[in-house]
C-alpha cells in the first residue's frame, strides 16, 4: 500500500537529490505525488523528475528503501512527511523543514510550543539540579519542556520534566531505532510514553558529528524560548540560541560564575541581552503568552527582540575556516548563489553535512544565504 512519505524517502535515497528537490517535487508534483513515485523506478521517469525539479536525479538505491520500510513497520515507528496535515506547523514554517520526521508517541505533544532547556554535556552538579529543578516547574505549569536527550543538562531538563504533567519532548539527532548515548534508552521510551521522540533522521542512522548542529534547529522551532544552562563559548547549545534567534525566539540564560568553562557561553549570551533567568517565573514574565498554553495557543510567529537579535548577530570567535571540508566548500562558493543539494551533488557530499558547515560559516559571517536559501560567498 502506498504511503504519503514513500515520494520522499526514495527521493532521500536518491543519488543527487536531498530535502531541497523533496521541497520542490511537494509543491511540483501536488497531488501527483504517488505518480512521481513510481516514476523514479525507470530511467525515463527518473528524466521526467529530473526535469520538473531542475535538477539531475540518479538512480535509488531500493535495496535501502525495503529495508527502511521494514525497519519503520517491525519498530512501530510513527513517520509523517510535509505534505501530510498533520506534520507540525512550526517546523513546516522554518527554513528548509525535515522533508520527514521519524517519531514514537504522541506527535500532538508538539502543537503547543513550550520551552527549550539546554547545556552543556559536562554540567556541574549545581547546574544539573537547576535545569532538572526549572524543567520540573514548567513541566507543573503545564508547558512543554524539550530538549536533545544528550548527557548532562539535556537529560536533566527532560528528568524534571518528567516529574510534572506538561508534554515531555526529545527531538535526537540518530535514527528513531538507535539511542545515543545508549544509557539514555530508558529515559527514551519515559519521554515517548508521555510526550513525544522526534528525529528527521532515517531509520538505523548512527551519531555523525555534523548533524547535531541541524538538529538543534527543531529543537528551538518548537518552542518559545531556548534555554541555556552551563555552556562553553562554542558550546551546541551557542548554536541553538542562534537558531531561536534567526527563527523569532526568544533566548534565555542561566547566569554562571566567572572564570568557570561552564559560564562563558551563558554569561556571552546575557552580555548580547538575552534573558537572565534564575526561576521559571523569569521565563514567564519574558514569554507571557507562555501562561496562555494551557488554555489556548498563540498562532503569531513573533520576530526576536531587537537588543538580542543585534547582540547575537555575529560570532564571537574567529571564522573557522582551516578545515579541509570547510575550505572545499568555500572553495566551491562564489557570489552567484547556489543551494544546498546542488552544491551536495557538486562536490559529492552528504546534503546534511553541507548543510550544517554551511550554517557554520554564514554564522561566522563568510557566506550569505538569500531569501531562496541559496548561498554565497561574501
Known sequence: ?????????ALLLSKGAGPGACRKLWECAGASLEGAFYKLKSPRGRREISILLGTAIGSTRWGEFERQIEKIESSGAGVVCFSDAAYPRYLRDIQDPPPILFYGGDLKSLDKRGVAIVGTRKPSPRGTAFARNLARDLSQLGIMVVSGLARGIDAAAHEGSLEGDGPAVGIIGTGLDVCYPAENRWLMNQIASRGCIVTEQLMRMIPQSHVFPLRNRLISAVSKIVVVVEAGQKSGARITARWALEQGREVGAVPGFPGDFRSRGVNSLLKSGAVLVESAEDILQA????????TAEDHRMGAAPAKVRNGMAKNDGA???TRPEISEVLTALSSHPIDPDT???HLGKDVALIQSILFELEMNGEVGRDLAGCYFKR
Open 287 to 294: 514569554v507571557p503568552l507562555l501562561r496562555e498554553n494551557i
Open 1 to 9: 500500500m502506498f504511503r504519503s512519505y514513500y515520494p520522499f524517502l
Open 319 to 321: 571564522p573557522e575556516s
Open 343 to 345: 552544491l551536495a551533488a
